[in-house]
């Protein structure tokens, strides 16, 4: 049930309180770039809707059925890797691999190019993390590009390299979109090992030649059928072509459209294909519509299902900004602890949103399909379509977002 105390606090409580904090003055840097996911939209347009069969958007799970656990052939102290990541990882209590990392990451050491199909929430990031690091703390003159879809993502990849190469001399810079680009390039300028980050805003540091590509002998695209529906794929494209012939290359993505499969056998070098990938949609999270008569009732109909018991952390999806921004308001006003992200927000303020939200000071967030991917999340009980996604894929992504490790999920869809 939800602490309905907040109403007393109304919008200056979640998320009055945190767009009236950043309303006070422009971002120094916000000229440089808008948001990634706002310019992949508004270059390429909206993508077409496509009729989704209602039935996909129901699954009653059997709790007498138990899928099938891959087996696992390596523990971490298996893989060669140096004292002090050996260190990090047990400070962060590794100690069984995922699939993804088991049959990956002696690949990767080897040297090996790697297409790795596989989920988000699989431990992915890790698997190509620590072999790099491992190679960049044996030859310094390593360098190593990662490039993700979206901030969030490329700032949780930024997180876990931390925590990784802790007290290993090992740099990193992160390079998105709707942060102080001076800043960015006064770290760059330092050469840092690893370099993280989206694609328009690597494009532009690569343009003022703030960055050369042919320096990084290293490259990840993570999420790269993301990259193709949002518009990046030319981009990505225009930054391989300047890397050097000879490099180590990784590629992630959860499916392969022949166009990926296309540019993929352009630049990867005999690449081991590594595919844990077992089903769209994991087994334990449970799928139902919610059916309403009209927009009217729509609401209410929202506002029940967030005060049933059990509704303890729920990421909310809606199309448009300016619906986000209304239900947000609304939810605010109805006395639930929420906020909000999507594309047109500050960095800061979409930083503020997931700190919240991570952190259990708000229980609700309301999003875009920009929160779709990469949000790891911990403890998401339900993920509600408020509305109907415009294809199955950002249905199978968004959905993703709960029944994370294992835990029950719930996903529910509001069709007319």
């Known amino acids: 049930m939800q602490n309905r105390s907040f109403a007393s606090r109304g ?73 002090a990541i050996k260190e990090n990882l047990k400070k962060r209590n590794y100690l069984v691999p995922t699939p993804i990392q088991d049959q990956s990451i002696n690949y990767i050491l080897s040297g090996r190019d790697i297409i790795g199909l ?6 992915k990031t890790a698997a190509f993390l620590l072999p790099f690091i491992e190679k960049v703390y044996k030859d ?3 360098r190593v590009l990662i490039v993700a879809p979206t901030r969030e ?27 102080n680009m001076y800043q960015q390039i006064k770290h760059l300028r330092r050469n840092p090992h690893f370099v993280i980050g989206t694609p328009g805003r690597l494009k532009d540091m690569g343009k003022r030649r703030i960055i050369d590509f042919g320096t990084f002998a290293n490259v990840v695209v993570d999420e790269f059928d993301r990259m193709l529906d949002m518009g990046f794929i030319e981009d990505i494209t225009e930054m391989l072509n300047q890397l050097p012939p000879v490099r180590q290359s990784l590629f992630f993505s959860a499916t392969m459209p022949p166009k990926i499969s296309y540019i993929i056998s352009r630049f990867a070098n005999n690449p081991v294909t590594v595919q844990v990938k077992t089903s769209e949609i994991a087994e334990n999270v449970e799928r139902d519509v919610i059916r ?28 448009t900004k300016r619906e986000v921004e209304k239900i947000t308001v609304d939810l605010a006003k109805n006395g639930f602890k929420v906020n909000s992200i999507h594309g047109d927000k500050r960095q800061y303020q979409r930083q503020d949103a997931l700190y919240q939200f991570k952190t259990n000071m708000v229980n609700i967030l309301v999003a875009t399909d920009v929160a779709a ?33 294992g835990k029950k999920g719930f996903a529910y869809t509001f069709v007319e």
């Open 373 to 405: 991917r990469g949000l790891d999340i911990k403890d998401i009980t339900h993920v509600i379509n408020y509305t109907v996604p415009q294809n199955y894929d950002a249905y199978i992504h968004r959905v993703g977002r709960t029944g994370r490790e």
């Open 153 to 179: 993502l490329a700032m949780q990849i930024e997180n876990e390299f931390r925590e990784f190469s802790f007290n290993m001399k090992i740099y990193s810079t992160l390079c998105v979109g709707g942060s």
């Open 118 to 123: 596989a989920n988000t929430g699989t431990g």
């Open 292 to 319: 309403v008569q009209n927009a009217s009732t729509k609401f209410a109909q929202l506002c029940k299902l967030l005060c049933n018991t059990g509704v303890n952390k729920s990421l909310i999806f809606v199309e």
């Open 11 to 83: 919008r200056n409580a979640a998320f009055g309180r945190s767009r009236n904090r950043w309303s006070r003055g422009p971002s120094s840097g916000r000229s440089f770039s808008s948001s990634d996911f706002h310019r992949s939209r508004s270059r390429f347009g909206k993508s077409s809707k496509e009729r989704i069969d209602i039935s996909k958007f129901i699954k009653k799970v059997n709790h007498n059925i138990h899928p099938e656990s891959v087996k696992i052939t390596n523990s971490f102290l298996d893989f060669s890797f140096n004292n």
């Open 140 to 142: 310094r003159t390593q």
